[in-house]
């Protein structure tokens, strides 16, 4: 078993940035990925990053502004977001899964979310 909790949502202006985190405990040595879904729309992959953090995956749409990262020595997981747009705005999950990729139903364990509000 493995529970996740996020956390360093809120509110920024459009152009500004938010560190999120998520803290894994349990067995951690899983990939990770960060996912959001916005009001009335469909839980979308924003990146994911395998068990050593040697090899990431993005979204075309985050991609050269977001950054993920993981210390295992903390069993966290870091989603750096830059330049945010309000096309960002959404509830932001983490998730634990087997193998590194942006295929939703792979993941195996999901915390419980944390709201990103960009304004314009």
């Known amino acids: 078993q493995v529970q996740l909790v996020e956390s360093g949502g809120g509110l920024v202006q459009a152009g500004g940035s938010l560190r999120l985190s998520c803290v894994a405990s349990?067995?951690?040595?899983?990939?990770m990925g960060w996912f959001r879904q916005a009001p009335g729309k469909e839980r979308e992959f924003v990146v994911a990053i395998n068990s050593w953090g040697g090899g990431t995956i993005y979204a075309d749409s985050v991609k050269d502004r977001f950054t993920i990262s993981r210390d295992n020595a903390k069993n966290t997981v870091y989603l750096q977001m830059n330049s945010l747009k309000p096309e960002d705005t959404a509830v932001y999950y983490c998730?634990?899964?087997?193998?590194?990729?942006?295929?939703?139903?792979?993941?195996?364990?999901w915390g419980q979310g944390t709201q990103v509000t960009v304004s314009s």
């Open positions: 349990g067995r951690t040595l899983y990939a």
């Open positions: 998730a634990a899964a087997s193998i590194t990729t942006r295929q939703e139903d792979e993941y195996e364990y």
